[in-house]
């Protein structure tokens, strides 16, 4: 995580409006959405380290905190007019947001597997992709400080696709890295 914030200052830098955005009530929602998916996913991720353990309600929960975004943006969407709804999907900045969180995630879920494997996962995919998850979760908050956009659709579209981006490379290099 400091890998991924020291990258954030250094090749993206704060949002110089960080002190507004702070308040706005789509930051905030952004925020507790990103907190309840790293929770989720860390959840998962410390019962799939352990022999014998399953993810339990872990993944359930990421999805519903997925859906409730994805609601939420839908609903925000339908209230706006027609001719902006697509602006508020894809937003200003959607040709390099997914990408940076991508690029922001890898450092944390390198670390997230060195880690795994020194632990006992019996379930390398499952294991491999709450660490994508977690990676994903916690580079999308640090990119916050940097991002620019308020729309709920697209934290759904552009930082949720980023999650599932990340997990699905977890669950590749789960399958690979963390069998016994």
């Not at 993206?12 to 789509?26: E, F, I, K, S, Y």
């Not at 602006?87 to 959607?94: E, H, R, V």
């Not at 990676?135 to 999308?140: D, E, L, P």
């Amino acid at each position: 995580a400091l890998v991924c914030g020291a990258a954030l200052l250094l090749f993206w830098g704060v949002n110089p409006d960080l002190d507004t955005m702070l308040t706005h009530p789509a930051f905030t929602t952004k925020m507790l959405w990103l907190l309840a998916m790293t929770f989720f996913s860390g959840r998962g991720l410390l019962r799939l380290s352990r022999p014998g353990m399953d993810a339990g309600a872990s993944f359930q929960g990421l999805l519903f905190a997925l859906l409730a975004m994805a609601c939420l943006g839908l609903i925000q969407s339908l209230q706006s007019s027609p001719d902006n709804r697509m602006a508020l999907w894809l937003g200003g900045s959607w040709q390099t947001c997914a990408l940076s969180i991508v690029v922001l995630s890898l450092p944390v879920l390198a670390a997230l597997i060195w880690t795994l494997r020194q632990l006992a996962p019996t379930r390398p995919a499952l294991a491999g992709a709450a660490a994508g998850a977690m990676a994903g979760c916690i580079a999308a908050s640090f990119y916050s400080m940097h991002c620019t956009e308020t729309a709920l659709a697209f934290f759904t579209a552009w930082y949720g696709g980023s999650i599932v981006a990340m997990s699905a490379l977890g669950t590749l290099l789960g399958q690979r890295a963390l069998r016994w």
